[in-house]
């Protein structure tokens, strides 16, 4: 099992930045990538930023950018560093962590945080 937390969102004015934080503990060691989600209601949630053990990065072309992912490997912490944030950036942000093996994959999810980007 892994447990994961969230922190950092809040609200900010468009233009803005924040950097939201993904702390790790459990099974760690089964990890291969981790990466950020986030969901409006009504809506599917979405890939936002991506990044697996070998520290190659992925990204939704909507934050491309402008929304950096990073890992602490030395605090288990993964980061999102979010500039120049729009509106529709608004949305609940959640972690994932993904083990996936040749013929199986277990997703955990964080708590989830709330970003608010007023205009």
């Known amino acids: 099992q892994v447990q994961l937390v969230e922190s950092g969102g809040g609200l900010v004015q468009a233009g803005g930045s924040l950097r939201l934080s993904c702390a790790a503990s459990g099974s760690i060691f089964s990890i291969n990538a981790m990466a950020w989600y986030r969901q409006t209601p009504g809506k599917q949630r979405e890939l936002v930023a991506a990044i697996a053990s070998g520290g190659s990065t992925s990204y939704a072309d909507s934050v491309k950018g402008r929304f950096t992912i990073s890992r602490d490997n030395a605090k288990n912490t993964v980061y999102l560093q979010m500039n120049s944030l729009k509106p529709e950036d608004t949305s609940v942000y959640y972690c994932?962590?993904?083990?996936?093996?040749?013929?199986?994959?277990?997703?955990?999810w964080g708590q989830g945080t709330q970003v608010t980007v007023s205009s």
């Open positions: 994932n962590a993904a083990d996936v093996g040749a013929d199986y994959e277990y997703n955990y």
